[in-house]
């Protein structure tokens, strides 16, 4: 069983790869199973832990055990979930004739807690957070940094600055502005960079991680 | 200089209120906790036990947590000390005792979270000896964990919130109120007109990709809203969109915004739910597919435009070799440099957040970029007066600086 | 009102959140949300799963181009989902984990979607490669300093970069490769993280804002649909 599995597995990754040749039937094919299978897995997956073992059980708890097996209490249903599932039910409407826009109700619930949680989120941990950090002694701690350190520190602090200045949207890029939105726009090139460059090398190892599967687990040549 | 004034005025606001102090955390009174020790009961006298075992009430939360604090066994030291671990046990109503954690030595206070404030909690640490022999301290009277209804600790939070969501409405209100504003030009938004025309001209439709995220992310939101401003030029232009996504919920709402925006375009009988439809929640099954409607329907335009992860290369790449003109823009910065690498115009960070404001041209809606300014221009104050203070603080020990310095550190710790 | 009730739930769910922040007897009520999202996703999906099958079948039915491949997509979709929902092939029977070890399930996810996914996810490779190519013809400033960066912090995590700059004196060794590669990650990429993540923090903020007082809505649809 195991050694069929290995050829399917083998199969379907040289079909993706075959993609960067140009498109063709072998990568289509693979395609059409990869999205097959991963839209009934990730259902299924969804299915049981949120329907079953959200809502079901949370509606309907199973009673509490000791570590023998011995009764010692009921569970405490949680009948909020059923909200949840009638805002889910409500969604369903889009297949009944007329009353479609009702499913517009679990919608603004969602866009309303997605807005107001990620509000209040991103303030602290976005704004609040990063200007705390941004605040620092430019000549270290007692006068202990390093002349690099200093330069260091005077470009973190001038960095976060122009970057800001790069961001502002009421006020015309010109002049002496213009020019800190032009280091601005630099020091966040620098921070890309960093970031491209840091990612190169990863991405190399996941290619040689299949090529490993390649020759090593499915032809064997690799020990 | 408006901006400068408005800014000012809010920061004084702010700094007063700030300065005042009115929402300093009290220390908390202690509750009902017992303080005698020292009357072990012992069980193999090999350590000292703990003393003065204190708990109180855990501040401004709902009722479910307690602090416990003690001094420390006088045989737990540094050097050669003979403390290996303390145990915390706690009592919950009058069970037998449980225990909740072992602690390092060198310890001397925990908090015990997940309570119910409807019980009554005991608590007693031992200090355990290298041999595994218990010393326990006496038994603190039951305590039971208090609800409070506001989280003062979280007042400059509030403040701030205020201050800066408060800037964001009044710019809209005084748009609102026909008061002209500019907005500069950005130029990944100016192409996008362009960019729609280009695809009208080529006949070919245009693929917009609103990331791999739910709706419950704030960027995939960011994606529908800029969905709703292209959408009407693209139904204004009459060319085909072709929306593959992967959440089945970000299925319904693109349905929505496209039908709306082609029912305000005057063209409702253009509109097919054909437009959008739901490859699978899998990530690179997602993209296989993309891919595959890449090279097979050669769109002229691509917007990449949400939440993105290690995907962004292989999508952006890929509109690349079949010579789309691609229009990206994510929240995540670890992905925009690919982005920059292989799109023609990238938004960054908060530009995709504004570019529906931008794009709709409302004033309401350019006025909230102008308060976002403000915000921007209240951080950049507060970094500069904060590293002044902190550097000249620092050197020199200037009570005055180390005291903005604490100030400043005080409204913006986040808890 | 088909317009009105939408905008006063977005509203009023926005503001609660925004308040529980503050309220501890609510700081639970974000995670609780939380949950009733999972649970209308699933119910979300009848509608998604729905659309796919449609797509398929009628891409099926007519003879579109390419149509075998819909008959491998809806088969591929049918059968993960009748051997999972009714844990077919599971040693544990229906009480235990759909993605129990040994699961005729989770074998499907072992052999076919693990190698799926991880071969899609290292085309990255070759895709790298080809917008670092790009990239090296720098058409402007900003891509050169970009370039620069990249090649530096590559240099610097390779012992080639160690190599190439070892002969520079201690008293500038902030210049030797590996050492500059460490100054930009701690000092220029900081600045410009920290300025990214104000000005998103920033935006997140606006546009909640106007997705609460509704100033967005083009989500909701029309009042007359």
Same mark, same amino acid.
């Given at each position: ?19 960067? &040749?140009?498109?063709?039937?072998w ?23 949120n329907i079953y ?18 009764f ?6 949680d &009948? ?28 603004a619930?969602i866009?309303?807690c ?44 001038g ?6 200045v ?27 960079g960093?970031?491209?460059? &840091?990612?190169?090398?990863s ?21 | ?30 509750v ?28 401004y ?29 706690r ?6 005792? @449980? ?34 022999d ?13 609800? @409070? ?76 809203t ?40 005057g ?9 959008v ?38 999508l952006a790449?890929?509109?690349?070799s ?21 799109c ?8 995709l ?8 041209? @409302? ?31 620092n ?21 | ?6 905008l ?62 819909s ?11 009748v ?8 040693p ?10 040994g ?56 012992p ?7 002969w ?19 000092a ?38």
């Amino acid at each position: 069983m195991e050694h069929v599995a290995v050829w399917i597995a083998a199969f379907l990754t040289l079909g993706i790869i075959s993609f960067l &040749y140009k498109d063709n039937p072998w990568y289509k094919l693979s395609e059409a199973i990869f999205v097959g299978i991963s839209a009934g897995y990730w259902f299924v997956v969804l299915f049981w832990d949120n329907i079953y073992g959200k809502f079901w059980v949370g509606v309907f708890p199973p009673d509490v055990v000791d570590e023998a097996g011995n009764f010692v209490s009921h569970g405490v249903p949680d &009948y909020a979930l059923i909200v949840g599932a009638v805002l889910g039910v409500l969604m369903l409407a889009r297949l009944l004739p007329g009353v479609g826009w009702i499913s517009r109700w679990p919608l603004a619930f969602i866009v309303g807690c997605t807005s107001g949680l990620y509000l209040m989120n991103y303030f602290s941990s976005n704004i609040m957070r990063q200007v705390q950090g941004t605040i620092i002694p430019l000549f270290g701690i007692g006068y202990g940094a390093s002349v690099y350190e200093i330069i260091g520190n005077i470009v973190i602090v001038g960095g976060t600055f122009a970057g800001l200045v790069y961001f502002f949207f009421s006020k015309e890029h010109r002049g002496a502005f213009g020019a800190t939105a032009k280091v601005g726009i630099w020091v966040i090139m620098i921070t890309f960079g960093a970031s491209f460059g &840091y990612t190169v090398m990863s991405r190399m190892s996941l290619l040689i991680g299949r090529i490993d599967f390649l020759f090593g687990d499915w032809l064997g040549l690799i020990k | 200089m408006r901006l400068l004034i408005h800014t000012t005025l809010f920061l004084s606001v702010f700094i007063f209120i700030g300065s005042s102090r009115i929402f300093s955390v009290e220390p908390s009174p202690q509750v009902q906790a017992d303080t005698l020790v020292n009357t072990a009961d012992t069980v193999g006298v090999s350590v000292a036990p703990v003393t003065s075992l204190l708990v109180d009430d855990y501040k401004y939360d709902n009722g479910e947590q307690l602090n416990l604090s003690w001094v420390p066994s006088i045989d737990d030291q540094l050097i050669d000390g003979k403390v290996s671990v303390y145990r915390v046990y706690r009592i919950t109503n009058d069970s037998t005792r @449980e225990l909740i954690a072992e602690l390092p030595p060198g310890s001397n206070s925990f908090t015990d979270k997940n309570l119910n404030r409807h019980d009554t909690y005991r608590y007693i640490v031992a200090a355990v000896s290298a041999s595994d022999d218990e010393v326990l301290s006496t038994t603190t009277e039951p305590v039971q964990p208090q609800r @409070e209804w506001i989280n003062f600790r979280r007042g400059y939070l509030f403040l701030l919130a205020l201050i800066i969501g408060g800037a964001v409405i009044y710019y809209i209100q005084s748009a609102r109120r026909g008061k002209k504003l500019f907005v500069r030009k950005i130029a990944g938004l100016e192409a996008v007109d362009e960019a729609i025309g280009r695809a009208t001209e080529m006949g070919r439709p245009i693929l917009y990709i609103p990331g791999i995220l739910d709706m419950d992310d704030v960027q995939t939101l960011a994606a529908i809203t800029i969905l709703g401003r292209v959408a009407h030029q693209i139904a204004d232009y009459d060319t085909k969109i072709r929306m593959p996504v992967s959440r089945s919920l970000v299925m319904t709402a693109a349905r929505e915004t496209i039908k709306t925006a082609y029912q305000t375009a005057g063209r409702p009988d253009q509109y097919s739910d054909d437009m959008v439809s739901y490859v699978t929640d899998e990530q690179f099954g997602y993209v296989a597919a993309v891919d595959g409607i890449m090279v097979r329907e050669k769109p002229a335009t691509v917007f990449l435009l949400g939440a993105f992860f290690a995907e962004s290369l292989i999508l952006a790449e890929t509109g690349n070799s079949i010579g789309a003109i691609q229009i990206a823009g994510t929240a995540r910065p670890a992905q925009l440099p690919f982005f920059i690498a292989a799109c023609d115009f990238t938004l960054i960070g908060e530009e995709l957040f504004a570019a529906s404001a931008y794009l709709s041209g @409302e004033p309401k809606a350019l006025g909230s970029l102008k308060g976002q300014d403000v915000g921007k221009a209240i951080a950049m104050i507060v970094i500069l007066v904060g590293v002044i203070a902190v550097t000249i603080g620092n050197a020199w020990d200037v009570k005055f600086m180390n005291d903005v310095k604490d100030m400043l550190t005080t409204i913006f710790s986040t808890q | 009102m088909r317009r009105e009730v939408p905008l006063f739930i977005t509203f009023f769910i926005g503001m609660l959140l925004i308040f529980s922040v503050f309220i501890p007897p609510m700081e639970s009520l974000g995670e609780d949300f939380t949950v009733f999202f999972d649970i209308i996703a699933v119910f979300a999906f009848f509608l998604g799963g729905g659309n796919l099958l449609r797509v398929h079948v009628s891409k099926l039915t007519r003879q579109k181009r390419d149509w075998q491949y819909s008959i491998v997509t809806l088969l591929g979709f049918a059968v993960t989902l009748v051997i999972g929902l009714f844990k077919i092939g599971n040693p544990g029977g229906i009480a235990a984990a759909p993605t129990a070890a040994g699961s005729l399930f989770q074998e499907i996810f072992d052999y076919c979607l693990v190698p799926l996914g991880a071969t899609m996810y290292s085309l990255l490779a070759f895709f790298v490669a080809s917008a670092s190519y790009r990239a090296f013809r720098a058409k402007n400033r900003e891509a050169t300093i970009l370039l620069i960066a990249a090649f530096i912090i590559l240099l610097g995590r390779t012992p080639f970069g160690t190599v190439v700059t070892g002969w520079i004196p201690e008293s500038f060794d902030v210049l030797q490769v590996p050492n500059l590669a460490v100054w930009i990650m701690n000092a220029p990429n900081l600045a410009g993280q920290r300025a990214i993540m104000i000005g998103i923090g920033l935006g997140v903020v606006s546009m909640s804002l106007r997705v609460i007082l509704g100033i967005e809505r083009t989500y909701l649809g029309e009042d007359k649909s």
